[in-house]
Each structure stands twice: as structure tokens, then as C-alpha cells.
T-cell receptor, first 113, second 114 residues
Framework: GENVEQHPSTLSVQEGDSAVIKCTYS??????FPWYKQELGKRPQLIIDIRSNVGEKKDQRIAVTLNKTAKHFSLHITETQPEDSAVYFC????????????FGQGTELSVKP | DGGITQSPKYLFRKEGQNVTLSCEQN?????MYWYRQDPGQGLRLIYYSQIVNDFQKGDIAEGYSVSREKKESFPLTVTSAQKNPTAFYLCASRTSSGQKNIQYFGAGTRLSVL
């Protein structure tokens, strides 16, 4: 079945710097890749997603890139702010398996003022 | 995501006891999911249901049971067979129409063992 690996597990940056989180997946048939942000004790919130027929997607300070050949996708956050501090999860949706999500292990991002 | 309600927020289980976590959604979504979250391990799928009266096991279904008698409701029972139930449990739902794969999460139930 699908397996998603996420790196790094923790990431500390200075306010204003960029942050990059990387994920790899194993099932080449996976076709949807969302990113969720989870603040302490709260529910995961979708921040951006990308489908397998798209290579890059941007939304203000965040962007996601997808390399289908290499089976990896990345989250890029520019001009980081303290409120970006949270745990970020990548996920992959295997094709034709009820839309279930297979999550990476999470990255704890800390943005220092 | 405000249309998914999980209750209770906190739950305590005694040894040998079954407990049931509630998940209700008013989004008219067809599919519903239960995930377990442990520190440092991300979210793992317990059970999911694509339609009323049908559900499938996820990656860690042992010690859990579910039902889907109504479209709006997908309760999860943590049985006494689940020896390590302490975790944060998240319910999610998704529409099956069109190309939308977005899952929306409830606020979660934190389960602890007494």
C-alpha cells in the first residue's frame, strides 16, 4: 500500500526566512496531495493541495511542487511569520481507495521572531 | 469544517470498558473517516465509510468498531481489545461528487485510560 515519508521532523527558522518541507510517496497511482496545518490541540486545517496533473500551485506565501517521476512533493513557505509555527502534515490519496489519506509523520515548524 | 461535530472533547476509559466516540456532520458528505493521532506519528486511518451501511478497515482497525446507519453519523467504538487506546481521535468527512477530495476534520476527542 501507499507509504508517505516526510522530512524534516522539526524545522526552526528566523522570521522572514523561507521554510521547505519535503515528502515522498510510494504508490505512483496516487493522484491527490494535500497539506494540512495543525496548531497545538486543534484540528488539522487544509492549507494547500495539488493534483497529479499539476506541477506547481501557489497561494500567497505558500506553494507546493510535485515531481511525479521522482514521487516527491514539497511545501514552500516564504516570508515566514510567528503565526506559521505549527505542525505540518503532507498526505497522499491512493487512486480508487475511497479517498482515504495516507499521512506523513509531520514537521514541527518553529518561526522565531 | 465547522459542520463536523465530535463529542465528547475528553473521554476517560476504565480497564475492560468499551467507549463510543461520536461524529456528526451536516455537510451532506458521503464519505467519513476515523483517524488516530499519536505524538510524532502523524494520523493513521482506523476505519472509513463511503456510503451508508458500508465501511472498510483502515491500517489500524484492530480493537475498534464502527457503524454507519445514517449519512450524518459515523460513531467509533473503542473496545476493550484495544490495549493502548490513549490518543487523539479525529473524524473527517468528504464529498464524493466531482473531483473534490478535500477532507474536513472535526475538533477531535482526546481519550485517556484511567
Amino acid at each position: 500500500g501507499e507509504n508517505v515519508e516526510q522530512h524534516p521532523s522539526t524545522l526552526s527558522v528566523q522570521e522572514g526566512d523561507s521554510a521547505v518541507i519535503k515528502c515522498t510517496y510510494s504508490d505512483s497511482a496516487s493522484n491527490y496531495f494535500p497539506w494540512y496545518k495543525q496548531e497545538l490541540g486543534k484540528r488539522p486545517q487544509l492549507i494547500i493541495d495539488i493534483r497529479s496533473n499539476v506541477g506547481e500551485k501557489k497561494d500567497q506565501r505558500i506553494a507546493v511542487t510535485l515531481n511525479k517521476t521522482a514521487k516527491h512533493f514539497s511545501l514552500h513557505i516564504t516570508e515566514t511569520q510567528p503565526e506559521d509555527s505549527a505542525v505540518y502534515f503532507c498526505a497522499a490519496t491512493p487512486y480508487n481507495q475511497g479517498g482515504k489519506l495516507i499521512f506523513g509523520q509531520g514537521t514541527e515548524l518553529s518561526v522565531k521572531p | 469544517d465547522g459542520g463536523i461535530t465530535q463529542s465528547p472533547k475528553y473521554l476517560f476509559r476504565k480497564e475492560g470498558q468499551n467507549v463510543t466516540l461520536s461524529c456528526e456532520q451536516n455537510l451532506n458528505h458521503d464519505a467519513m473517516y476515523w483517524y488516530r493521532q499519536d505524538p510524532g506519528q502523524g494520523l493513521r486511518l482506523i476505519y472509513y465509510s463511503q456510503i451508508v451501511n458500508d465501511f472498510q478497515k483502515g491500517d489500524i482497525a484492530e480493537g475498534y468498531s464502527v457503524s454507519r446507519e445514517k449519512k450524518e453519523s459515523f460513531p467509533l467504538t473503542v473496545t476493550s481489545a484495544q490495549k493502548n487506546p490513549t490518543a487523539f481521535y479525529l473524524c473527517a468527512s468528504r464529498t464524493s461528487s466531482g473531483q473534490k477530495n478535500i477532507q474536513y476534520f472535526g475538533a477531535g476527542t482526546r481519550l485517556s485510560v484511567l
